[in-house]
């Protein structure tokens, strides 16, 4: 099926640095969401956007709704071991309750 | 956010059997959804289980590989039938509310 085009695919960082990836997509969406998956675990909710240019934070996670409506960025601040796992964006478009989910981005956090 | 439990957590299935995923919400939901998850990929969608009438496919998913039911609000069911080891994935069960979509924890299944 389609997805989203996620970036970085992977990245490793020290502990203590920012982390930031993006979600790209060829169509327009109203509702971005953003999850972590940890390993053999269902993907967990991190942050959900509604509108073009909203600015969402929860703790040291901040995310984007693109003014374009075609992307969406995550940003980690001051990254701990415990985030390491894999960050999906999906999309929703007008019109339609199904979510399209990104490529996923794996991070890795070294002590 | 709505508390999803999915069983079994995890089997190992023969090549050829089916097996009977099961998803129990503690709330009423009008939408849920089915996606599978491959190894080391993202997820797709295979349907959405509706309330009382017959589950709607993506395409590449069809009802006799993937039979859904939804008895009501609160429960259903997903079987992946005449398993092959392709059919390896973890199953989720979702749930839609206002804009947002929470996950169980998944059904791992390992076909040999």
């Known amino acids: 099926g389609q997805q989203l085009n996620q970036s970085p695919q992977s990245m490793f960082i020290q502990e203590g640095e920012d982390v930031s990836m993006n979600c790209t997509s060829s169509?327009?969406?109203?509702?971005w969401l953003w999850y972590k998956q940890d390993p053999g675990e269902g993907p967990v909710l991190l942050i959900a956007?509604?509108?073009?240019?909203e600015l969402t934070s929860n703790g040291r996670l901040t995310a984007q709704f693109g003014i374009t409506r075609k992307d969406s960025f995550l940003n980690i601040s001051a990254s701990i071991p415990s985030d390491v796992g894999i960050y999906f964006c999906?999309?929703?478009?007008?019109?339609?309750?199904?979510?399209?989910f990104g490529t996923g981005t794996r991070l890795k956090v070294l002590a | 956010s709505a508390v999803i439990s999915q069983k079994p957590s995890r089997d190992i299935c023969q090549r050829g059997t089916s097996l009977t995923i099961q998803c129990q919400v503690d709330?009423?939901?009008?939408?849920m959804f089915w996606y599978r998850q491959q190894p080391g990929q993202s997820l797709t969608l295979i349907a959405t289980?509706?309330?009382?009438?017959?589950?709607?496919?993506e395409s590449g998913f069809v009802i006799d590989k993937f039979p859904i039911s939804r008895p009501n609000l609160t429960f259903s069911t997903l079987t992946v039938s005449n398993m092959s080891p392709e059919d390896s994935s973890i199953y989720l069960c979702?749930?839609?509310?206002?804009?947002?979509?929470?996950f169980g924890e998944g059904s791992r299944l390992t076909v040999l």
């Open positions: 979702s749930v839609g509310g206002t804009g947002e979509l929470f």
């Open positions: 169509s327009i969406f109203n509702t």
């Open positions: 956007l509604y509108k073009a240019g």
């Open positions: 999906a999309g929703q478009s007008a019109g339609t309750y199904k979510y399209i």
């Open positions: 709330s009423q939901v009008t939408m």
């Open positions: 289980a509706n309330q009382g009438s017959e589950a709607t496919y």
